[in-house]
């Protein structure tokens, strides 16, 4: 997927470990840029009273919310109740880069 040259203007790599990018937040929802080498990953973790929606810009991530995991490529969209711990990875062979919107549940 070839990406406008803006949006890949903000996708950055670092051997030294993930790098993240706050690209918009709002009273209801953020949107962050994740981007991982191959082998890298986030540090589990939760975001209590939010959903999550990745989509994946480039490459291939594994999102292991609660005991499964999923495997998305390029193109795909997934979902995640934020309150379950995640840890999103980069287990393929390239670079891999996604957004990650957060949005406040409903009432909350």
Same mark, same amino acid.
């Given at each position: 997927? &070839?990406?406008?040259?803006?949006?890949?203007?903000?996708?950055?790599?670092?051997?030294?470990?993930?790098?993240?990018?706050?690209?918009?937040? +709002?009273?209801?929802?953020?949107?962050?840029?994740?981007?991982?080498?191959p082998?890298?990953?986030? +540090?589990?973790? +939760?975001?209590? =009273? =939010?959903e999550?929606? %990745?989509?994946?810009?480039?490459?291939?991530v =594994?999102?292991?919310?609660?005991?499964?995991?999923?495997?998305l490529?390029?193109? &795909?969209? !997934?979902?995640? &109740?934020?309150?379950?711990?995640? !840890?999103?990875?980069?287990? !393929?062979?390239? &670079?891999?880069a996604?957004?990650?919107?957060? %949005?406040r549940?409903?009432?909350?």
């Open positions: 997927m &070839d990406l406008p040259k803006s949006a890949a203007a903000l996708i950055e790599f670092r051997n030294e470990g993930p790098v993240t990018k706050k690209l918009l937040e +709002t009273e209801r929802s953020t949107v962050t840029l994740v981007c991982l080498k082998g890298q990953a986030l +540090t589990p973790f +939760t975001h209590r =009273r =939010r999550a929606i %990745v989509y994946v810009l480039q490459g291939e =594994r999102v292991t919310p609660g005991k499964g995991g999923r495997e490529s390029a193109g &795909d969209l !997934g979902f995640y &109740d934020g309150s379950v711990l995640a !840890g999103p990875g980069n287990y !393929g062979s390239v &670079d891999a996604f957004l990650v919107t957060l %949005v549940k409903k009432g909350d």
